[in-house]
């Protein structure tokens, strides 16, 4: 069974940059979470999709968006980069939204914002 | 703003010791408890959860204490061995999607 699949493991980007990371989540689940791990914040969540409808959006600027696609494969983008964009992003697929079965998180997407 | 805190930010045990970690929560619309160990490189594993209806669970060596009233609880590592060396995340969520993670604990288990 395949796991969560997040591309690119790594990205380096340069301030006022844009950036789109990709997250494949577990086949037949339909829930995909969104976070930002940071040393000095720990996991912060960013927002939720559920068959292709964001349920739940956390605290980040709008310059933090997302969306997800029919066979669930889910993209965040995040525009007008800063230097405190720099953290691991981690994506997290769920059947529940997490609820009752837990997530299963990815490998994440390290960005570097220079 | 931290709505679950964890305590000890780090700790380190003896091979075969216990190891305690500790969160408190605020929300009392919360009534999942996960918990979720990290190694260096990868995302967080769901390692044992509870509901706010149970006081304990236990799976292997892993515990999950919980105190409704105190709106507390914490994981208890029996018999640590050093491959339990990782950080822990305690989480607490009340709806779809939207959990409220700790800070994390970075365990180191000494041989």
């Known amino acids: 069974k395949a796991g969560v699949t997040q591309t690119p493991r790594y990205l380096i980007k340069t301030r006022g940059q844009q950036v789109t990371l990709s997250c494949s989540p577990i086949?037949?689940?339909?829930?995909v979470s969104w976070y930002q791990q940071t040393p000095g914040q720990g996991l912060q969540f960013l927002f939720e999709y559920f068959s292709e409808t964001q349920r739940n959006k956390g605290n980040f600027p709008g310059r933090f968006s997302g969306r997800q696609f029919s066979n669930s494969r889910s993209e965040m983008n995040v525009s007008t980069l800063e230097l405190g964009d720099s953290a691991l992003y981690l994506c997290?697929?769920?059947?529940?939204?997490?609820?009752?079965?837990?997530?299963?998180f990815g490998s994440g997407t390290r960005l570097t914002v220079v | 703003q931290q709505q679950v805190k964890q305590s000890p930010q780090s700790l380190i045990v003896q091979k075969g010791g216990i190891s305690i970690i500790n969160c408190a929560y605020e929300n009392t619309a919360f009534d999942y408890f996960p918990w979720y160990q990290q190694f260096p490189g990868k995302g967080p594993a769901l390692l044992i959860a509870?509901?706010?209806?149970?006081s304990e669970k236990k799976e292997g060596r892993f515990t999950i204490s919980f105190n409704k009233s105190a709106k507390q609880f914490s994981l208890h590592i029996m018999d640590s061995q050093p491959g339990d060396s990782a950080t822990y995340f305690c989480a607490a969520g009340g709806g779809w999607g939207k959990f409220q993670f700790g800070a994390g604990t970075q365990v180191v288990v000494t041989p």
């Open positions: 086949s037949g689940h339909r829930s």
């Open positions: 997290a697929s769920s059947l529940d939204g997490g609820q009752n079965y837990g997530y299963t």
């Open positions: 509870i509901r706010p209806d149970v």
